[in-house]
């Protein structure tokens, strides 16, 4: 692909381009239409997250009626897809209309400052083949960056890890053509990763053993969505992608709706469908039976129940217990227990970072993110002529990234036909914001929560977690609420000015 000679300003800086990243351009192709825009990319490739993971199995965690684009029908049969042809539909997406051509891959984003006076920001980048730094102006910026390190995942320190005398992965890096041929395989983990690894590797190796330290949410789905496909036979494409979306839309927040009110029963129902799926007499309260209610965290997702075949065959087993110290051999667990490996795999989670680790100066004074507050979920109290994108925890990811991009066109069209330069939101409540950012019980959040800005206790502070909620407000809802300051270039008020006023 050609890397396009960025300008050296543009109305729209767009920072990444994964899933996110790529559908932002096309919302500002077709809604704010002449304003021009590029996108900065650290590595060398379109995809983010669907290019960087490459181990074994890698899919989906939700349908991709829903994680796909509003605007781009899912065209093929599974609705649980794997990442390569997820990584095609977002390439295809970048290039059916130019996207691609905006792209200047190899640029790492870390410094962002923002003038009043001028009403733009400069962003500073480093090319990841030279160091070199360079610069870019923009009237906005965009981060679509999404919310984890993409040069290292979490693992924790084990003890003896150094010892061990096989091979140990972490996901996020799978070395290029690994064979895991006739090894016995250790994975330590209980999240989506771990229920994609297992039976993906199961059929080639000596034997899997997934190995916990609790259990999570294990749900069945068909990877082929049957009413999908039955609506493809009667509607036009385009039809049939809106009513298949809006199903799963309905589903999924109606099944959320329900384990937040009444966790019993989906407890309940999930711990059936799991029994029915496992050998008569499996100790499913031990290896499948969270001590948290479901939605807490995320729900792991298993196509035509994969995972549970794996455990029938005998080639996989699920080990609920805790590491005292990997040997030469394996790893001891406190029971005593000791599991043989050749390869141990530590899917242990995501480190998070916000806007991938950039900087953001307004003014001349560095922004603490703690001490921001989020207004919609998706710009930030006192910095002005920014957005960033920030999926849901309880749905797909791409609706609130469809709504995100929707929301920022709606924005900069109505500053164009305001004469406005700057818009930047301002925390007036009398209570200071003290909610986390993400109200999420996940290892992987609870760890970088100090990272992140916080939320407050009403709208438009207030992240509800809502698709039907957010369709309304973003789409649709007024703009000029008293909370967007909106001026011209130079004539924004100052935090400190409007609190001396």
């Given amino acids: 692909m050609t890397q396009s000679a960025a300008p050296a300003h543009v109305d729209v800086l767009i920072v990444g381009a994964g899933l996110s990243g790529i559908g932002a351009a096309r919302h500002l192709q077709a809604e704010s239409p002449g304003r021009s825009f590029a996108i900065l990319e650290a590595r060398d490739a379109i995809g983010g997250t669907w290019d960087l993971f490459r181990y074994p199995g890698i899919r989906s965690d939700s349908d991709m009626y829903t994680l796909g684009y509003r605007f781009k029908p899912w065209k093929a049969a599974k609705a649980i897809a794997d990442g390569p042809s997820i ?15 905006h792209i200047r891959f190899g640029h790492r984003v870390v410094r962002a400052s923002w003038s009043t006076a001028d009403a733009r920001w400069t962003v500073e ?49 799978w070395p290029e053509g690994f064979d895991h041929t006739g090894k016995r395989v250790v994975v330590i983990g209980s999240g989506a990763t771990a229920v994609t690894l297992v039976p993906a590797m199961a059929p080639d190796a000596a034997h899997v053993t997934m190995l916990q330290r609790s259990p999570s949410y294990v749900v069945t789905l068909p990877a082929v969505d049957p009413i999908a496909m039955g609506l493809r036979r009667v509607l036009p494409e385009k039809a049939a992608y809106a009513v298949t979306r809006w199903k799963n839309v309905l589903l999924t927040m109606g099944q959320y709706q329900l384990s937040q009110r009444r966790p019993a029963i989906v407890k309940a129902a999930i711990r059936r469908m799991v029994t029915r799926q496992l050998p008569e007499g499996y100790d499913v309260d031990t290896h499948f039976r969270p001590s948290y209610d479901p939605w807490d965290q995320r729900l792991c997702l298993v196509p035509d129940g994969d995972l549970f075949r794996a455990l029938r065959s005998g080639r996989a087993e699920v080990v609920t217990d805790r590491i005292e110290t990997f040997t030469p051999t394996g790893i001891r667990l406190v029971s005593g227990r000791e599991l043989e490996a050749d390869v141990i795999v530590t899917a242990t989670g995501l480190d998070l970072v916000a806007f991938g680790g950039a900087e953001l100066v307004v003014d001349g004074e560095e922004v603490s993110l703690p001490d921001t507050v989020t207004y919609r979920g998706l710009m930030l109290s006192d910095v002005p002529n920014f957005a960033f994108v920030l999926g849901y925890t309880n749905a797909s990811w791409t609706l609130k990234a469809d709504l995100a991009s929707a929301f920022v066109c709606r924005l900069l069209n109505h500053m164009a036909a305001g004469g406005h330069a700057v818009c930047v939101p301002r925390y007036r409540e009398a209570a200071p914001a003290t909610e986390p950012f993400l109200n999420f019980a996940s290892g992987y959040v609870q760890r970088a929560l100090d990272r992140f800005p916080k939320q407050g206790e009403v709208a438009p502070w207030k992240l509800y977690q809502n698709y039907l909620r957010d369709l309304r407000v973003l789409r649709r809802g007024e703009l000029e609420d008293g909370t967007l300051e909106f001026g011209p270039s130079g004539r924004a008020t100052a935090p400190r000015e409007r609190a001396a006023a």
């Fill in 87 to 101: 990584l095609a539909y977002v390439r295809e997406a970048a290039e059916e209309t130019g996207v691609d051509r």
């Fill in 125 to 173: 980048a480093e090319r990841t083949d030279t160091g070199e730094r360079v610069e870019l102006t923009s009237s906005f910026l965009f981060s679509c960056s999404g919310y984890y390190r993409y040069d290292e995942g979490y693992t924790p320190e084990f003890p003896g890890a150094a010892d061990f005398g096989g091979t140990l992965i972490h996901p996020q890096h």
